[in-house]
């Protein structure tokens, strides 16, 4: 395993550590209050797994995707963790959206819409963990050195 394949991982497992937290400091805007102790707990065993899915499933595609082919900015990886964290559930809110516009249950589709929300900010924390972690890569091959 390369340097940067290595330092490619460890800041995935940030991404995701930082995103599962930010997940559940947020949930304190909705009157969820937790101690130390219990913030930790709830980041770990819940937050953690959910995140690390994401980043998984979404996120290395995505980057391996967008590495070749654009550089790597911090506004790029907060764009890139927001659809990394708000696309899973989209998708599963998709149907249940939907139905809530289409029978005028507005309050209903602005809890969706919030639940979107709330997890591509998550996203947007864990990627620009992702790029503090990562560094910046110009999408362009070094050159290793001369033998």
């Known amino acids: 395993m390369t340097a940067a394949s290595t ?16 997940g559940v400091a947020m949930l304190g805007g909705v009157g969820l209050s937790f101690t130390p102790v219990q913030f930790i707990a709830v980041t770990l065993i819940i937050g953690f797994p959910i995140a690390a899915a994401h980043v998984v499933i979404v996120g290395s595609t995505l980057y391996a995707y967008a590495k070749a082919r654009f550089p790597f ?40 819409l919030s639940v979107i929300l709330w997890f591509g900010c998550s996203g947007v924390f864990g990627g620009l963990a992702f790029r503090a972690i990562r560094g910046r890569d110009l999408g362009l091959a070094v050159p290793g050195p001369s033998a």
């Open 73 to 112: 900015h911090w506004w790029s990886a907060a764009l890139g963790g927001f659809v990394t964290g708000a696309t899973p559930i989209m998708i599963f809110a998709t149907v249940p959206l939907a139905i809530s516009l289409a029978s005028g249950r507005w309050p209903e589709a602005v809890g969706w």
């Open 7 to 22: 330092r490619t991982v460890v800041a995935g497992f940030g991404a995701a550590i930082a995103g599962a937290a930010a």
